[in-house]
């Protein structure tokens, strides 16, 4: 493991992590009832975009989480 040295090198890392959580989140939602599903995926679109929205301020910043 190696700390990434740059605020873009922490930026990819982070849309990485962002884009891992939408597909897991996604995977958990499609195990649901069909009825729930399309809310859940909504939801989970919805977490993904806010996240990669504060993305770059979280890598300038410094911080993964």
Same mark, same amino acid.
């Given at each position: 493991?190696?700390? #990434?040295? =740059?605020?873009?090198?922490?930026? $990819? =890392? +982070?849309? !990485?992590? +962002?884009?891992?959580?939408? /597909?897991?989140? /996604?995977?958990?939602? $499609? $195990? /649901?009832?069909?009825?729930? @599903? %399309? *809310?859940?995926? !909504? #939801? %989970? @679109?919805? =977490?993904? /975009? !806010?996240?990669? %929205?504060? *993305? $770059?301020? @979280?890598?300038?910043?410094?911080?993964? @989480?």
């Amino acid at each position: 493991y190696r700390e #990434d040295a =740059t605020p873009s090198a922490r930026l $990819r =890392t +982070i849309q !990485k992590e +962002i884009a891992a959580g939408l /597909q897991e989140a /996604q995977g958990n939602c $499609r $195990r /649901q009832p069909t009825a729930e @599903r %399309a *809310a859940c995926l !909504k #939801d %989970a @679109r919805a =977490t993904y /975009q !806010k996240e990669m %929205a504060e *993305a $770059r301020s @979280r890598a300038m910043a410094g911080t993964t @989480r």
